[in-house]
Antibody, heavy 117, light 107 residues
Framework: EVQLVESGGVLVQPGGSLRLSCTASGFTFSNYAMSWVRQAPGKGLDWVSAIGGSGDNTYYADTVKGRFTISRDNSKNTLYLQMNSLRAEDTAVYYC??????????WGQGTLVTVSS | DIQMTQSPSTLSASVGDRVTITCRASQSISSWLAWYQQKPGKAPKLLIYKASSLESGVPSRFSGSGSGTEFTLTISSLQPDDFATYYCQQYDSYFRTFGQGTKVEIK
């Protein structure tokens, strides 16, 4: 059974930094690209970033490019999202997701990031 | 960026009703379209991929159709467990975009 468990979401001040983690199990982690998708309170879904299975290729939405960095440690089956220069509009539930040829087929339960002073 | 537009935004229906949700892409995405169901406080769940393929374990009352720029999700006979928000998503490239969602409410 595929399981994705996110952690790291907290209350942080504007301009601050945060690192989210996602631990994966139930599949061969290194064989699949992974994504982060976020959902602001009461709003829809927004794709944030993706990374290839080997970690060599990374992709970002324009809204986070230059501020967020996606990475992975295949020896630990863990996906990361380093978030810098956080803004109020980054407040959202952040979901870790497994990709299958760009189709998102599994989602984690999400972790809430709140950016507020 | 490929924009995805869903309609309606809200839909009121009764148990047993046939329900149809429409999704339109701003440019052709072939059949690279997925539908997800999301319940309050939960992660989205994949229902349909490649426009019309039913994900394993999803009830057969759900079906999808379309290609190019026009797509539909149909629930043939609405069940109590189906009251939720539904999102379409294109995956023509790594830059995935979602529709704004359709909330299916109890009439």
């Amino acid at each position: 059974e595929v399981q994705l468990v996110e952690s790291g979401g907290v209350l942080v001040q504007p301009g601050g930094s945060l690192r989210l983690s996602c631990t994966a199990s139930g599949f061969t982690f290194s064989n699949y690209a992974m994504s982060w998708v976020r959902q602001a309170p009461g709003k829809g879904l927004d794709w944030v970033s993706a990374i290839g299975g080997s970690g060599d290729n990374t992709y970002y939405a324009d809204t986070v490019k230059g501020r967020f960095t996606i990475s992975r440690d295949n020896s630990k089956n863990t996906l990361y999202l380093q978030m810098n220069s956080l803004r109020a509009e980054d407040t959202a539930v952040y979901y870790c997701a497994k990709d299958k040829q760009w189709l998102i087929d599994y989602w984690g339960q999400g972790t809430l990031v709140t950016v507020s002073s | 960026d490929i924009q995805m537009t869903q309609s309606p935004s809200t839909l009121s229906a009764s148990v047993g009703d046939r329900v149809t949700i429409t999704c339109r892409a701003s440019q052709s995405i072939s059949s690279w379209l997925a539908w997800y169901q999301q319940k309050p406080g939960k992660a989205p769940k994949l229902l349909i991929y490649k426009a019309s393929s039913l994900e394993s374990g999803v009830p057969s009352r759900f079906s999808g159709s379309g290609s190019g720029t026009e797509f539909t999700l149909t629930i043939s006979s609405l069940q109590p467990d189906d009251f939720a928000t539904y999102y379409c998503q294109q995956y023509d490239s790594y830059f995935r975009t979602f529709g704004q969602g359709t909330k299916v409410e109890i009439k």
